[in-house]
Protein backbone atom coordinates (compact mmCIF):
# COMPACT_ATOMS: atom_id res chain seq x y z
CA UNK A 1 0.00 0.00 0.00
CA UNK A 2 2.93 2.26 0.38
CA UNK A 3 2.64 3.31 -3.14
CA UNK A 4 2.13 6.81 -4.86
CA UNK A 5 -1.58 5.84 -4.99
CA UNK A 6 -1.77 5.97 -1.51
CA UNK A 7 -0.03 9.11 -1.06
CA UNK A 8 -2.79 10.83 -2.87
CA UNK A 9 -5.60 9.09 -0.87
CA UNK A 10 -7.79 11.07 2.02
CA UNK A 11 -6.90 10.44 5.34
CA UNK A 12 -9.84 9.56 7.48
CA UNK A 13 -9.74 9.53 11.47
CA UNK A 14 -12.23 6.64 12.92
CA UNK A 15 -12.55 6.92 16.45
CA UNK A 16 -12.79 3.82 18.21
CA UNK A 17 -15.57 4.27 20.20
CA UNK A 18 -16.19 2.54 23.73
CA UNK A 19 -13.55 0.32 24.64
CA UNK A 20 -15.96 -1.70 26.37
CA UNK A 21 -18.28 -1.60 23.33
CA UNK A 22 -18.37 -3.09 19.77
CA UNK A 23 -15.95 -0.33 18.41
CA UNK A 24 -12.66 -2.23 18.82
CA UNK A 25 -13.58 -5.21 17.04
CA UNK A 26 -15.23 -3.09 14.22
CA UNK A 27 -12.53 -1.00 13.76
CA UNK A 28 -10.20 -3.95 13.39
CA UNK A 29 -12.55 -5.13 10.98
CA UNK A 30 -11.44 -1.75 9.24
CA UNK A 31 -8.12 -1.83 9.36
CA UNK A 32 -7.49 -4.78 7.53
CA UNK A 33 -10.30 -3.64 4.83
CA UNK A 34 -8.08 -4.32 1.49
CA UNK A 35 -10.72 -2.95 -0.69
CA UNK A 36 -10.93 0.30 2.18
CA UNK A 37 -7.52 0.76 1.54
CA UNK A 38 -7.47 1.22 -1.92
CA UNK A 39 -10.15 4.27 -1.45
CA UNK A 40 -8.50 6.00 1.42
CA UNK A 41 -6.12 5.63 4.90
CA UNK A 42 -8.17 4.62 7.69
CA UNK A 43 -6.43 5.68 11.06
CA UNK A 44 -7.79 4.44 14.76
CA UNK A 45 -7.56 7.13 17.20
CA UNK A 46 -7.86 4.89 20.20
CA UNK A 47 -6.31 1.92 22.74
CA UNK A 48 -3.62 -0.34 20.63
CA UNK A 49 -4.08 -2.37 23.81
CA UNK A 50 -7.71 -3.06 23.59
CA UNK A 51 -7.59 -3.81 20.17
CA UNK A 52 -4.55 -6.06 20.70
CA UNK A 53 -6.77 -7.81 23.11
CA UNK A 54 -9.77 -8.18 20.90
CA UNK A 55 -7.60 -9.28 18.35
CA UNK A 56 -6.38 -12.30 20.58
CA UNK A 57 -10.03 -13.17 21.60
CA UNK A 58 -11.85 -12.89 18.50
CA UNK A 59 -8.56 -14.19 15.87
CA UNK A 60 -8.54 -11.09 14.25
CA UNK A 61 -5.44 -9.48 12.48
CA UNK A 62 -3.96 -6.46 13.78
CA UNK A 63 -0.54 -5.98 11.74
CA UNK A 64 -0.55 -2.52 10.83
CA UNK A 65 1.31 0.39 12.44
CA UNK A 66 1.03 1.71 15.89
CA UNK A 67 2.15 4.91 16.64
CA UNK A 68 2.05 6.85 19.94
CA UNK A 69 -0.38 9.37 20.67
CA UNK A 70 2.40 11.92 21.69
CA UNK A 71 3.95 11.53 18.15
CA UNK A 72 1.04 12.59 15.69
CA UNK A 73 1.35 16.41 16.17
CA UNK A 74 5.23 16.42 14.92
CA UNK A 75 4.70 12.51 12.63
CA UNK A 76 1.61 12.52 11.56
CA UNK A 77 2.15 13.49 7.86
CA UNK A 78 4.34 10.30 7.39
CA UNK A 79 1.12 8.19 8.30
CA UNK A 80 0.49 6.58 4.53
CA UNK A 81 -1.53 3.49 5.71
CA UNK A 82 -4.17 1.86 7.73
CA UNK A 83 -2.70 2.85 11.38
CA UNK A 84 -3.41 2.81 14.76
CA UNK A 85 -2.62 6.20 16.93
CA UNK A 86 -2.39 4.78 20.04
CA UNK A 87 -3.66 7.07 23.47
CA UNK A 88 -3.08 4.37 25.93
CA UNK A 89 -6.10 5.82 28.40
CA UNK A 90 -7.11 2.45 29.97
CA UNK A 91 -5.38 -1.08 30.88
CA UNK A 92 -6.64 -3.28 28.64
CA UNK A 93 -6.64 -6.18 30.87
CA UNK A 94 -8.91 -3.87 33.11
CA UNK A 95 -11.47 -3.14 30.52
CA UNK A 96 -14.69 -5.53 31.41
CA UNK A 97 -16.94 -6.31 27.86
CA UNK A 98 -20.33 -5.06 27.94
CA UNK A 99 -19.99 -3.08 31.01
CA UNK A 100 -20.26 0.98 31.73
CA UNK A 101 -17.03 2.25 32.91
CA UNK A 102 -16.54 6.08 33.29
CA UNK A 103 -12.65 5.46 32.24
CA UNK A 104 -14.24 4.24 29.15
CA UNK A 105 -16.48 7.33 28.70
CA UNK A 106 -13.42 9.15 29.05
CA UNK A 107 -10.99 7.22 26.62
CA UNK A 108 -14.06 8.06 23.72
CA UNK A 109 -14.17 11.17 24.55
CA UNK A 110 -10.55 11.95 24.52
CA UNK A 111 -10.18 9.99 20.76
CA UNK A 112 -13.59 12.02 19.36
CA UNK A 113 -11.89 15.59 20.86
CA UNK A 114 -8.27 14.73 19.66
CA UNK A 115 -9.44 13.96 15.96
CA UNK A 116 -11.47 16.83 15.92
CA UNK A 117 -8.37 19.07 16.69
CA UNK A 118 -6.50 16.83 14.08
CA UNK A 119 -9.25 17.78 11.20
CA UNK A 120 -9.00 21.30 12.50
CA UNK A 121 -5.59 21.61 11.82
CA UNK A 122 -5.95 19.33 8.14
CA UNK A 123 -4.27 16.69 9.77
CA UNK A 124 -6.86 14.55 8.04
CA UNK A 125 -9.26 15.15 5.37
CA UNK A 126 -12.06 13.50 7.59
CA UNK A 127 -13.82 12.17 10.68
CA UNK A 128 -15.83 9.21 11.32
CA UNK A 129 -17.04 8.07 14.93
CA UNK A 130 -17.31 4.31 15.91
CA UNK A 131 -20.22 4.46 18.93
CA UNK A 132 -19.66 6.21 22.49
CA UNK A 133 -21.76 5.05 25.31
CA UNK A 134 -23.85 8.35 27.17
CA UNK A 135 -23.78 6.68 29.96
CA UNK A 136 -20.35 5.78 30.41
CA UNK A 137 -19.42 9.41 28.86
CA UNK A 138 -21.73 11.50 31.26
CA UNK A 139 -20.13 9.02 34.06
CA UNK A 140 -16.65 10.37 33.45
CA UNK A 141 -18.42 14.21 33.53
CA UNK A 142 -18.82 14.74 30.28
CA UNK A 143 -22.46 15.90 30.16
CA UNK A 144 -23.16 16.00 26.59
CA UNK A 145 -26.10 14.38 24.81
CA UNK A 146 -23.74 12.58 22.23
CA UNK A 147 -21.47 12.94 19.27
CA UNK A 148 -23.01 15.62 17.53
CA UNK A 149 -22.92 18.26 20.47
CA UNK A 150 -18.89 18.08 20.83
CA UNK A 151 -18.47 18.53 17.11
CA UNK A 152 -20.62 21.51 17.60
CA UNK A 153 -19.32 22.68 20.47
CA UNK A 154 -15.89 21.48 20.05
CA UNK A 155 -16.06 23.44 16.08
CA UNK A 156 -17.66 26.40 17.13
CA UNK A 157 -20.66 26.13 14.71
CA UNK A 158 -22.80 28.43 13.95
CA UNK A 159 -25.87 26.26 12.35
CA UNK A 160 -25.54 22.60 12.63
CA UNK A 161 -27.74 19.43 12.44
CA UNK A 162 -27.58 15.63 12.41
CA UNK A 163 -28.20 14.01 8.91
CA UNK A 164 -28.76 10.45 7.62
CA UNK A 165 -27.81 9.51 4.54
CA UNK A 166 -29.10 6.17 2.44
CA UNK A 167 -30.20 5.35 -0.68
CA UNK A 168 -33.63 4.06 0.87
CA UNK A 169 -34.20 7.46 2.68
CA UNK A 170 -32.57 10.66 4.17
CA UNK A 171 -33.50 12.20 7.21
CA UNK A 172 -32.68 15.61 8.91
CA UNK A 173 -33.80 16.23 12.64
CA UNK A 174 -34.75 19.40 13.94
CA UNK A 175 -34.11 18.54 17.28
CA UNK A 176 -32.01 15.00 18.61
CA UNK A 177 -31.26 13.93 22.07
CA UNK A 178 -33.93 15.31 24.03
CA UNK A 179 -37.31 14.11 25.88
CA UNK A 180 -40.69 13.91 24.38
CA UNK A 181 -41.82 16.60 26.35
CA UNK A 182 -39.12 19.11 25.78
CA UNK A 183 -39.20 18.64 21.50
CA UNK A 184 -42.27 21.47 21.46
CA UNK A 185 -40.73 24.20 23.06
CA UNK A 186 -37.27 23.68 21.43
CA UNK A 187 -39.06 23.88 18.31
CA UNK A 188 -39.01 27.64 16.24
CA UNK A 189 -38.69 28.95 13.38
CA UNK A 190 -35.51 29.70 12.62
CA UNK A 191 -34.36 26.20 13.98
CA UNK A 192 -36.64 24.92 11.52
CA UNK A 193 -35.43 27.12 8.64
CA UNK A 194 -32.13 26.34 9.35
CA UNK A 195 -32.27 22.54 9.08
CA UNK A 196 -33.72 23.12 5.94
CA UNK A 197 -31.31 24.93 4.48
CA UNK A 198 -28.33 22.81 5.59
CA UNK A 199 -29.92 19.75 3.83
CA UNK A 200 -30.57 21.64 0.89
CA UNK A 201 -27.47 22.92 0.30
CA UNK A 202 -26.13 18.84 1.15
CA UNK A 203 -28.38 17.01 -1.04
CA UNK A 204 -27.72 19.29 -3.77
CA UNK A 205 -23.99 19.24 -3.79
CA UNK A 206 -24.17 15.49 -2.69
CA UNK A 207 -26.91 14.56 -6.08
CA UNK A 208 -25.84 17.43 -8.28
CA UNK A 209 -29.09 19.29 -8.76
CA UNK A 210 -31.52 20.96 -7.04
CA UNK A 211 -33.82 18.96 -4.04
CA UNK A 212 -37.03 17.70 -3.37
CA UNK A 213 -37.54 18.27 0.40
CA UNK A 214 -40.59 17.21 2.88
CA UNK A 215 -40.93 18.30 6.28
CA UNK A 216 -43.02 16.76 8.65
CA UNK A 217 -45.62 17.40 11.90
CA UNK A 218 -44.70 17.00 15.01
CA UNK A 219 -48.37 15.92 15.88
CA UNK A 220 -50.71 13.03 15.01
CA UNK A 221 -51.72 13.83 11.33
CA UNK A 222 -49.98 17.21 11.03
CA UNK A 223 -51.82 18.68 13.77
CA UNK A 224 -55.10 17.65 12.01
CA UNK A 225 -56.09 22.08 11.79
CA UNK A 226 -55.53 22.73 15.76
CA UNK A 227 -57.29 20.03 16.99
CA UNK A 228 -53.79 18.23 18.19
CA UNK A 229 -50.86 19.68 20.23
CA UNK A 230 -50.04 23.01 20.47
CA UNK A 231 -50.47 24.20 17.17
CA UNK A 232 -46.89 23.94 16.22
CA UNK A 233 -47.92 22.61 12.82
CA UNK A 234 -49.91 26.29 12.35
CA UNK A 235 -47.85 28.44 14.01
CA UNK A 236 -44.20 27.29 13.97
CA UNK A 237 -43.65 24.37 11.25
CA UNK A 238 -45.45 25.76 7.93
CA UNK A 239 -44.20 29.35 8.59
CA UNK A 240 -40.65 27.74 8.37
CA UNK A 241 -41.87 25.67 5.04
CA UNK A 242 -43.38 29.03 3.51
CA UNK A 243 -40.38 30.80 4.04
CA UNK A 244 -38.25 28.12 2.44
CA UNK A 245 -40.11 27.90 -0.77
CA UNK A 246 -40.12 31.42 -0.68
CA UNK A 247 -36.29 31.43 -1.25
CA UNK A 248 -36.78 29.01 -4.20
CA UNK A 249 -36.75 25.47 -2.71
CA UNK A 250 -38.85 22.73 -4.04
CA UNK A 251 -40.29 22.03 -0.74
CA UNK A 252 -43.36 20.18 1.25
CA UNK A 253 -45.33 20.19 4.42
CA UNK A 254 -45.81 19.61 7.18
CA UNK A 255 -46.96 15.90 6.71
CA UNK A 256 -48.72 13.59 8.31
CA UNK A 257 -45.54 11.59 10.01
CA UNK A 258 -47.41 8.18 9.45
CA UNK A 259 -47.67 8.54 6.06
CA UNK A 260 -44.51 10.62 5.01
CA UNK A 261 -42.46 7.44 4.25
CA UNK A 262 -44.63 5.59 2.11
CA UNK A 263 -42.97 4.21 -0.99
CA UNK A 264 -44.26 6.73 -3.16
CA UNK A 265 -43.25 9.91 -0.96
CA UNK A 266 -40.05 8.41 -0.65
CA UNK A 267 -39.52 7.80 -4.42
CA UNK A 268 -40.43 11.52 -5.19
CA UNK A 269 -38.87 13.23 -2.12
CA UNK A 270 -34.39 13.33 -1.64
CA UNK A 271 -34.42 13.97 2.28
CA UNK A 272 -36.62 14.37 5.20
CA UNK A 273 -37.10 17.32 7.77
CA UNK A 274 -38.14 15.29 11.00
CA UNK A 275 -39.15 17.05 14.16
CA UNK A 276 -37.98 14.30 16.46
CA UNK A 277 -35.38 12.04 17.37
CA UNK A 278 -37.20 8.42 16.59
CA UNK A 279 -39.41 9.92 13.87
CA UNK A 280 -36.60 9.75 11.76
CA UNK A 281 -34.42 6.63 13.01
CA UNK A 282 -37.75 4.38 13.31
CA UNK A 283 -38.37 4.39 9.72
CA UNK A 284 -34.35 4.62 9.00
CA UNK A 285 -33.14 1.87 11.09
CA UNK A 286 -36.37 -0.09 9.67
CA UNK A 287 -35.32 0.29 5.86
CA UNK A 288 -31.32 0.99 6.14
CA UNK A 289 -29.97 -0.20 9.61
CA UNK A 290 -26.53 -1.30 7.85
CA UNK A 291 -26.41 1.45 5.43
CA UNK A 292 -27.82 4.69 6.86
CA UNK A 293 -24.45 6.72 7.53
CA UNK A 294 -24.63 9.63 9.96
CA UNK A 295 -23.34 12.65 9.36
CA UNK A 296 -23.29 16.46 11.07
CA UNK A 297 -24.07 18.91 8.28
CA UNK A 298 -22.93 22.87 8.90
CA UNK A 299 -19.22 21.55 10.41
CA UNK A 300 -15.71 23.01 9.00
CA UNK A 301 -14.56 19.10 8.70
CA UNK A 302 -16.54 16.42 7.43
CA UNK A 303 -17.61 14.10 10.24
CA UNK A 304 -19.50 10.94 9.26
CA UNK A 305 -20.58 8.40 12.12
CA UNK A 306 -22.28 4.81 11.93
CA UNK A 307 -25.94 4.70 13.12
CA UNK A 308 -26.00 2.21 15.83
CA UNK A 309 -24.73 2.13 19.20
CA UNK A 310 -22.15 -0.02 21.56
CA UNK A 311 -24.44 -3.04 21.52
CA UNK A 312 -22.94 -3.90 24.48
CA UNK A 313 -24.80 -7.28 24.81
CA UNK A 314 -22.53 -8.48 22.19
CA UNK A 315 -19.47 -6.94 22.83
CA UNK A 316 -16.08 -8.60 22.32
CA UNK A 317 -18.27 -11.40 20.90
CA UNK A 318 -17.32 -10.99 17.19
CA UNK A 319 -21.22 -10.93 16.04
CA UNK A 320 -21.22 -7.52 15.47
CA UNK A 321 -20.98 -6.13 11.36
CA UNK A 322 -19.12 -3.42 10.23
CA UNK A 323 -20.75 -2.76 7.21
CA UNK A 324 -22.37 0.37 8.67
CA UNK A 325 -18.73 1.23 9.63
CA UNK A 326 -17.51 0.74 6.23
CA UNK A 327 -20.32 3.19 4.91
CA UNK A 328 -19.29 5.31 7.06
CA UNK A 329 -15.81 5.60 6.27
CA UNK A 330 -16.45 5.45 2.45
CA UNK A 331 -18.67 8.47 2.86
CA UNK A 332 -16.34 10.70 4.71
CA UNK A 333 -13.74 9.50 1.87
CA UNK A 334 -15.91 10.63 -1.33
CA UNK A 335 -16.97 13.87 0.66
CA UNK A 336 -13.77 15.23 1.66
CA UNK A 337 -12.48 13.95 -2.11
CA UNK A 338 -15.23 16.18 -3.64
CA UNK A 339 -15.08 19.09 -1.28
CA UNK A 340 -10.93 19.22 0.46
CA UNK A 341 -11.45 21.48 3.63
CA UNK A 342 -8.85 23.44 4.53
CA UNK A 343 -8.28 24.34 8.30
CA UNK A 344 -10.68 27.04 8.86
CA UNK A 345 -12.99 26.84 5.61
CA UNK A 346 -16.55 26.00 5.75
CA UNK A 347 -17.73 22.82 4.87
CA UNK A 348 -21.42 21.54 4.20
CA UNK A 349 -20.58 18.46 6.24
Known amino acids: MLDAMTNSLPRIAVTMGDPAGVGPEICLRLLANADLARECVPIVFGDAGVLRRVAEKLGLPLTCPVMARAKWPTHHHMVRMPSVVDFQCVDAVTVTPGQVDPRCGDAAFRYVTASIEAGLKSEVAAITTAPLNKEALHAAGHKYPGHTEIFAERMRAERSCMTF???????????????????????????????????????????????????????????????????????????????????????????????????????????????????????????????????????????TSVDHGTAFDIAWHGKASAENLFAAVRLAAKLAGQYPCASGATQFL
Open 165 to 303: FSDELTCSLVTVHIGYHEVSAALTIRRILDVIELTADAVRRRRGREPRLAVLGLNPHAGEHGLFGRGEEERIIAPAVEAARAAGLTITGPLPPDTAFLPARRRETDAFICMYHDQALIPLKALAFDSAVNTTLGLPVVR
